[in-house]
């Protein structure tokens, strides 16, 4: 009789758990799923292909690009008991946020963003001017930061994630906020304004916020996010990417150009940058794959402590694009043998093996990420003790048979203070004004070079200069022929004091030949020839420093700081994107498209080397270096660097030489010895006599 009762109570328990769902769900009362139930049902929602997660935020991370052990069994068990499921089940349904999809624009004199309330992400993000410069994308369109196709794979900007809970992540970026402070669907700022919209999300388990506070002239706007589950606060970071930058600039390899990558500010006060291939690099390759169990062997273990790896196609060097990301159920073999919650289809052997993502410690001030002219960039109130990075390649189409990266970059974001998120131009005066403003040297944003300690006090002046003759003249182009006039006439001491000194060096070049000849000599039989070998070093040394030839190269590599700040200036300045000079030459931040600037460059180069002062040399292989010198090496320069570089440097290089030619002439005549014609012209009637032997060489005493 006991065992009767106690199988028609499973029973009764069954049918109220199975059947209570089904009426709900027929009443509208509960939310719609495609899959079973789980440990936070109330979560579900019908997945929005715009607004997926990315697929990095399906592991729990912690540092040094490794992730943390999670306890699946744990996460697998519902979080009540069916009695106690049974009776929250009508307060969850009263309390789960349930709004249709919605968007909300914020148009202000600098941007137009387009937020999602799935998700509470941005899915647009517009530049149209920074003070009175309009900006424009590279193709004249309006300029988007945001790569409209992708985010339908990688994930939004500003989407969570929660460090140790991939699971929450993943349903937090797919319901829908409720917004508040946003009635209206656009919200116009003037200058000056501040309006704040706030999107919420609640249930019996769950509760999130993020804030968003614009000022309507600023490129700077405030943001607190906040997630509490089953009433305990969770760390929340904030995604930014992928991939901010000018997405219609198709130039985003070489020397000229700044591929999007993450930068930070350390609290040594330096600036690091990470490339997009650099964030989790194959470290193995698969070789072998067991389909049926959704197992691979890998030829070098994983961390001991990662939980997530990303498959890569190709040889794992050569990669085409990312496979996907999968979660480690099981390890074997000493972390080579690897059981899968998935294998991502295409997978193979050969195909690369990398940690999910790269989590690097080092206390941050600010972080995110930047491409040549653009950035987004947090800056939280306090340091941050690490940053999470993760960086997808992805081929567009058939046609592009390289792969394009799409780096993203986590900051932790708390409620209590605002993190402060910049959206703008890498403009050089406004990223100063901003580091007052932040206290933090926030201009370290754009990339100095080495050299960057000597280049950036100059390229304020060259900038100031710059502008004031682009006023005068309306074109920049013109700025830079006279700016660098003046640059090479106030390097005219420099140039003739050069010049002297390579003359004396030309000069006595014979004389110093000889002497090298005469010592290599004596050095066959050192012990009889001493006092002749240390009369030689003393008559040497005496013409080395007459004419010291390093005395020529010093001015010149002074003009180093000058030329890598033009270079600098050049390449970075936003006042030089889509500036006009000529009719052919369109913007000089791009390459010449008829060429003709290089090609000229060249030529003024050939002939600014042919009229530096020489030696006079019979040797064959000086002569084959000369030739060298004069001509191969100008056009080699010309064809690796100056052919496609930004037509601005070009016109300075060209116009460099060119001002540098005619300087060059100028030296020679001025620095030609009348005593040249007495020393050279042999004496008596047409020059037939000759020094009598062993009478002394006037020839020589003029010369000398």
Known sequence: MDKSKLLIAILLSLLILIGWPLLMRSLNMWPASTEPPTPMPELSQEPNANQSAPPPVTAPLTGNGKTAPTNQTATAKPATTPAAATAATPSATAQTTQVPPREVVIETPNWRVTFSNRGAVVTSWIIKREGDRLITAADGSPLELIP?????????????????????????NQVNFQIEGASESTLNLGAGEQREIVFTYSSPTVKARKSFKFTGDKFLFETTAEVIANGAPQPVELVIGPRIGDQMDKQTSGSYSTPPQVVAF???????SFMGARITPPFAK?????????????????????????????????????????RVVSREADNKILTLDALPQGLSVGNG??????????????????????????????????????????????????????PSVAVPVGSAAPTRIFVG??????????????????????????????????????????????????????????????????????????????????????????????MKKLKENPRRSEREMQELQREQMELMKEANPMGGCLPMLLQMPIFWSFFIFLTISLDMRHAKWLWWVK??????????????????????????????????????????????????????????????????????????????????????????????????????????????????????
């Open 266 to 272: 350390n609290r040594e006060g330096k600036r690091v």
């Open 353 to 406: 093996v990398a940690q999910g993502v790269d989590t690097v410690r080092q206390g941050y001030s600010w972080a995110g990420l930047v491409d040549h002219y653009f950035g987004m960039l947090a800056i939280p109130p306090q340091p941050v003790n690490d940053i999470t990075m993760t960086n997808v390649e992805m081929r567009n189409g058939e046609q592009e048979p390289a792969a394009t990266d799409y």
């Open 148 to 172: 409209q196709q992708e985010i339908e794979h990688l994930g939004a900007p500003l989407r969570f994630r929660l460090p140790g809970s991939p699971e929450l992540t993943t349903q937090l």
């Open 286 to 326: 698969v070789v072998q794959v067991d389909e049926a169990a959704k197992r691979i062997q890998i030829d070098k273990p994983l961390a001991a402590d990662a939980d997530s790896i990303k498959l890569v196609g190709g040889d794992g060097k050569n990669y085409i694009t990312n496979l996907g990301y999968a």
């Open 587 to 704: 913007d000089l931040s791009k390459a010449d498209p008829l060429h003709i600037l290089p090609i000229v460059m060249c030529a003024t180069m050939i002939a600014s080397t042919a009229l530096m002062p020489q030696p006079p040399s019979a040797d064959p292989a000086m002569k084959f270096q000369r030739i060298l010198m004069t001509w191969l090496m100008p056009v080699m320069l010309t064809w690796f660097f100056f052919l496609n570089a930004p037509s601005g440097l070009v016109l300075y290089w060209m116009v460099s030489n060119v001002v540098g030619v005619g300087i060059q002439l100028t030296i020679n005549k001025l620095t030609t010895e009348p005593q040249a014609a007495t020393a050279i012209a042999p004496s008596g009637k047409n020059g037939k006599d000759k020094p009598r032997k062993g009478a002394p060489d006037k020839r020589r005493n003029v010369e000398a």
């Open 425 to 518: 131009p890498k403009d050089r005066q406004l990223l100063a004004s901003l580091s007052k403003e932040l206290n933090t040297d926030f201009e370290s944003i754009i990339d100095y070079g080495f050299f960057g300690f000597i280049v950036r006090p100059i390229v304020p002046l060259l900038g100031f200069a710059l502008d004031k003759l682009n006023g005068l003249f309306h074109n920049y182009g013109w700025a830079i022929v006279v700016v660098t006039a003046l640059v090479n006439l106030l390097l005219f001491p420099m140039r003739w004091y050069s010049s002297k000194k390579m003359k004396q060096a030309a000069k006595h070049q014979p004389r110093m030949k000889e002497l090298q000849d005469k």
